[in-house]
């Protein structure tokens, strides 16, 4: 067992040292190229240099034209995603297991949340802000929109193909339903549950910088960029976005930290 | 103790709608301490058999009962060993055992102990923290057999829990089985399609006819134990066990 074990981790690292080798190739090439066709436009507005973006970056906590700091507005950006995906998750995680559980659940719903489903969460942006007006409600709102279907169906999902001999054993121990739920569904159901809200909180974080460009808004990063282009100040523009994808890499990447160390029999259940 | 299968017949609706009787009339005694094998070709119904028994599925007909009482529903009394897949994998190894006695309420402390008491019967002592993904095909099942031991159950119903292994794996799961049984003074109902393991265990084999299935005969096999299967008494018990289940198969063709 210890020289499989071993032997798999030797092969990750080396596959990983490999990979991020030659992953750091196509970056490189991207800013060395950015920076010449930045000097060669020889204009701020259509294409900043790479060391203006970096001085926005260096200072983070700088106010921006008034607007705030960087980090100001990804807070403020974070606070609102945390608002719409933690009401996602309250009501998708439960109402899924209900689904998931009962046929008849399953059956009244799905039908309507197909009919839903595919329309996305920004079309829904006009009848938030009737409805709401401009702020954190309809933010709120809309991020809900977005990130509830991955989480409600992935949980239905996770639920429905459980192992039925899973199931069985705790019943041939005399479990109840509750604790069927409760110790065997549940802690089966976990890890799609979790990939549910992966996906949940990507569609979560594109959804409140749409938002936050909305007319009306007057911060977070979403505003931040959208009113850098307003003042022509595309530096920021570029620092904004490349923020953006920090923050959404950092959190997609803690979910997984999670995944590989809670769910590791995943994929190994033989 | 004491187990009764009267008469019990099972028909269902297949996806088409059309009425499939998977057993047909089974009637049979189970004695105290016995190790009783289920035999019978593929789709004959053994496993719907012992899932009645197992009170996880009901019977059309007849009835099946332990100790007087018709069983409806699971009991106490019988513990399950399932073929594969049926220990939690986001459980460790002493988890799985203690998990009947958790949904029974047993407290920490006792059902960690009465856990680590079977888990050292079936030599695993040393692997109470691993998860099953870690574990072969055999420990596994030595988990299984542990986790159903732990409930201290009177009837062991076992449903081809081998059937998964490889032959090596399994003649050394069936000899620590025979050693566990006699230790424990269980009950054991085993369901297989191999003769060869049924004729190696039992006192008496079950052979059920090919759908819709009744019993073709009882065998009592009285080759005395720990038993050679390259003895020349075994290999006549088993040429026996082996014409009956090829007649069955011929006789339905």
């Known amino acids: 067992m210890k020289i499989t074990e071993s032997a798999k981790k030797r092969h990750i690292r080396t596959a990983f040292l490999g990979g991020r080798a030659i992953g750091a190739i196509l970056p490189i090439l991207i800013i060395i190229g950015w920076e010449i066709a930045a000097i060669l436009i020889d204009n701020e507005f259509i294409l900043p240099r790479v060391e203006s973006v970096l001085a926005i970056l260096a200072a983070p906590t700088v106010d921006i034209l008034g607007s705030g700091s960087l980090i100001d507005n990804a807070l403020l950006s974070i606070q609102r995603v945390l608002m719409g995906f933690g009401l996602a998750a309250a009501v998708g995680i439960p109402v899924g297991i209900v689904m998931g559980y009962w046929k008849r659940a399953e059956d009244f719903l799905d039908p309507a949340i197909q009919l839903f489903r595919p329309i996305p969460p920004l079309a829904w942006i006009p009848l938030a802000l009737a409805w709401f007006k401009t702020g954190i409600v309809s933010m709120t709102f809309i991020i809900f929109i977005g990130a509830v279907f991955p989480v409600l169906l992935n949980t239905v999902d996770g639920v429905k193909s459980v192992n039925r001999t899973w199931v069985e054993s705790a019943f041939t121990f005399g479990a109840s339903q509750a604790q069927v739920l409760r110790k065997v569904i549940l802690p089966a159901a976990l890890p799609t549950v979790w990939t549910g809200l992966r996906l949940g909180f990507g569609i979560s974080w594109m959804c409140v910088v749409a938002a936050e460009m909305l007319p009306g808004t007057t911060s977070g990063l979403g505003y931040l960029i959208m009113y850098a282009y307003n003042w022509g100040q595309s530096q920021v523009i570029i620092a904004g976005m490349i923020v953006i994808g920090l923050i959404g890499l950092g959190i997609d990447g803690l979910f997984r930290a999670v995944e590989k160390r809670q769910f590791r029999w995943r994929g190994m259940v033989r | ?253």
């Open chain 2, 1 to 253: 103790m004491s187990l009764s299968i009267e008469h019990v017949s099972k028909v269902f609706t297949n996806e088409m709608g059309e009425e499939v009787t998977a057993l047909g009339d089974i009637s049979l005694d189970v004695k105290e301490g016995e190790f009783i094998c289920i035999l019978g070709p593929s789709g004959c119904g053994k496993t719907t058999l012992l899932r009645i028994i197992a009170g996880l599925d009901h019977p059309t007909g007849g009835r099946a009962a332990i100790n007087e009482k018709e069983i409806t529903g699971p009991t106490p009394e019988m513990a399950m060993i399932f073929q594969e897949y049926s220990l939690y994998p986001w459980r460790t190894v002493l988890d799985n055992i203690a998990f009947g006695l958790e949904v029974q309420g047993v407290g920490k402390e006792e059902r960690y102990g009465r856990a680590r008491k079977y888990l050292t019967l079936v030599g695993l002592e040393d692997f109470e923290n691993s998860h099953p993904y870690e574990l072969s095909g055999g420990m596994r099942q030595r988990v299984a057999v542990a986790r159903a031991l732990c409930v201290e159950p009177q009837v062991l119903l076992m449903d081809e829990p081998f059937g998964a292994l490889d032959a090596q794996t399994r003649n050394t799961m069936q000899k620590e089985l025979l050693e566990i049984w006699k230790k424990t003074k269980k009950t054991v109902i085993f369901v297989t399609h191999s003769v060869d393991e049924a004729v190696y265990l039992s006192d008496r084999v079950v052979v059920l006819s090919p759908r819709p299935s009744h019993v073709q005969e009882v065998i009592s096999i009285t080759v005395p134990r720990p038993r050679d299967r390259t003895s020349v008494e075994f290999a006549q018990v088993r040429r026996h066990v082996l014409s009956l289940i090829q007649g069955g198969e011929e006789a339905s063709q």
